[in-house]
């Protein structure tokens, strides 16, 4: 007869600290997944060069450029840079677990990277086409054949990787001039400032029916795929120095709070006043295409990374300290729902845009945007926690884990 097991307080806190651990990723999730829609919501309201260029619509309001320029600093690329850091961190996360369970990871990653391409490509093609989902699919498939590497080794790649990035960028105006047809050049033009029939007929198209949108939808969505050549390398070594920091015990929370502190300061203190002078450095060249996307691009490109860790920084000393625990819990039901969230991003905002809905697509400001951003944010802080209350994954998030473990997961959570 084998002897009783006899469980160590080791034992007894090891479920404790994993749970802690996951809670501190998904309130990371959830603040960052609020930010992507801060930027998004741009890119929702009105043509895609206004994302980019605030006077691509014509000449700014003092109030629509003031909003313009708080979004560059604070989020443009910061929060997505944080949500691919934690894409990373999840595939380590998912796959040890996969492992320790089966000694097998490959065919569930890449079930599950199948499946998300596949969303992201209907997402894209059915509702809007500055979907991720995709993209990341397919920068998630690299990234897993990294995923036993040390933390100083996946920092090394992912620098390197992160530099691949930005010479694409720095040497943006000379592929420009001397690589690129007519026809392309205008491309790129129209991308950044249109002409006033451009931005009326894609007005048009967007105030329109489901169905006539769809074809422009589409070649849009396709047209983005082309970032991938670009920012795909960046959102790969984003993932891999996600994959470094969970390592590192970062993401857990278990650094010391000086650690987070330092993070924060030296994040927000030299991230954000480079993408202050990116702004300065553009409005000086005149807000042209090849200066503003190329080497004028590098200020917000390093910047941004920055200021990601220090949003990391500040939101895990939030973690450490205890305080407002009722709002991280909520900010972490947000994002363990970020699939199904941010899904519903693109169909309460179509919806509100598009023709299919009240078609006001081009005719608000970026003032009354953000009321539109925090009144969704405080819907999913309401919503979110509801429903993991009565559930025990968001409704996408069941499905995508029921089509890659093929078999029905449990959904409904069993009362007292």
């Known amino acids: 007869m084998p002897a009783p097991t006899t469980l160590t307080s080791r034992d007894l806190a090891a479920p404790v600290a994993e749970a802690a651990r996951v809670r501190s990723i998904d309130v990371l999730r959830g603040f960052a997944l609020l930010g992507v829609l801060l930027m998004n919501m741009q890119a929702y309201a009105m043509i895609f060069a206004a994302y980019m260029n605030p006077h691509a619509l014509g000449p700014a309001s ?42 097998c990871s490959a065919g569930l990653h890449y079930r599950r990277m199948g499946w998300l ?41 992912a620098l390197l990787l992160l530099l691949v990035s930005a010479l694409f960028l720095a040497t943006f105006g000379y592929h420009y001039e001397h690589n690129m047809s007519p026809a392309e050049q205008q491309e790129m033009i129209d991308m950044f400032a249109p002409a006033p029939e451009l931005i009326q007929k894609t007005e048009a198209i967007y105030r329109s029916g489901w169905l006539t949108q769809l074809p422009h939808r589409a070649g849009e969505w396709l047209g983005m795929l082309q970032f991938l050549l670009v920012f795909g390398w960046r959102i790969l070594g984003c993932m891999l120095l996600g994959m470094a920091l969970f390592k590192a015990k970062v993401f857990s929370a278990e650094r010391p709070a000086r650690f987070y502190a330092a993070l924060a300061v030296l994040g927000f203190g030299l991230g954000m006043p480079l993408a202050a002078l990116g702004i300065r450095d553009q409005a000086a060249a005149g807000w042209q ?128």
């Open 117 to 157: 391409a596949l969303f992201g490509a209907t997402h894209g093609v059915l509702l809007w086409y500055g979907d991720i989902l995709f993209i990341y699919a397919v920068c998630g498939a690299a990234a897993y054949l990294f995923r036993r590497r040390r933390p100083r080794t996946l920092l090394i790649i």
């Open 289 to 416: 295409v090849t200066h503003s996307i190329g080497l004028g691009g590098l200020y917000n490109y390093a910047g941004s990374l920055l200021a990601a860790l220090g949003w990391i920084g500040a939101i895990l000393l939030l973690c450490r300290s205890r305080q407002l625990l009722s709002f991280q819990d909520r900010l972490a039901a947000v994002g363990r729902m970020a699939f199904s969230n941010y899904i519903m991003h693109s169909v309460i905002c179509t919806t509100v845009f598009y023709g299919h809905g009240l078609g006001i697509f081009g005719r608000t400001n970026r003032l009354e945007q953000l009321g539109l951003v925090i009144a969704i944010a405080a819907l999913q802080l309401w919503y979110s926690p509801w429903w993991l209350a009565r559930f025990r994954f968001g409704p996408l998030e069941w499905l995508w884990r029921t089509l890659t473990y093929w078999r029905r997961q449990p959904f409904r959570r069993l009362s007292a």
């Open 62 to 103: 003092l109030l629509d450029f003031s909003c313009w320029c708080v979004n560059h600093v604070l989020a443009d690329a910061k929060f997505i840079t944080i949500f691919s850091m934690l894409f990373g961190a999840g595939i380590v996360l998912m796959t040890e677990s996969a492992a320790a369970r089966t000694g």
